[in-house]
């Protein structure tokens, strides 16, 4: 059962709701998190929503970059906001997706079509 099921489940459309406010908050942390000009980071946002492969990949990115930023700044609302969006976002993107790589390796290994 997804995130977006259990919320919706027990909170009805506020759930949705919720659901897609967690999503776009944890879109546009990183990218606020990032030590860039404005228009940079407005077009990595842009590219984030328009691009689904792409964007990916640079969701990733950004994740990345924002977190070695966020190293350095001083304990306050935006670090911690940050920390508790990467640590969602960890939970259910990144992890999920490296068991979805590292089975299809796995499986991909052991095919006995090369």
């Known amino acids: 059962?997804?995130?977006?099921?259990?919320?919706?489940?027990?909170l009805g459309v506020f759930g949705f709701i919720l659901y897609l406010l967690l999503g776009f908050i944890n879109l546009i942390v990183p990218c606020?998190?990032?030590?860039?000009a404005w228009w940079i980071k407005i077009f990595v946002f842009v590219v984030i929503i328009a691009f689904q492969l792409l964007g990916?990949?640079?969701l990733y990115g950004a994740w990345v970059l924002s977190f070695i930023n966020v190293l350095s700044l001083p304990v306050g609302f935006l670090s911690i906001t940050y920390y508790v969006c990467f640590g969602i976002f960890i939970l259910?993107?990144?992890i999920p997706d490296m068991i979805q790589l590292i089975g299809s390796i796995i499986?991909?290994?052991?095919?006995?079509y090369y």
């Open 1 to 10: 059962m997804t995130l977006k099921d259990k919320l919706t489940d027990k």
């Open 32 to 36: 606020i998190m990032l030590k860039y």
């Open 56 to 58: 990916s990949i640079v």
């Open 92 to 94: 259910t993107q990144f």
């Open 107 to 112: 499986i991909g290994s052991n095919s006995k």
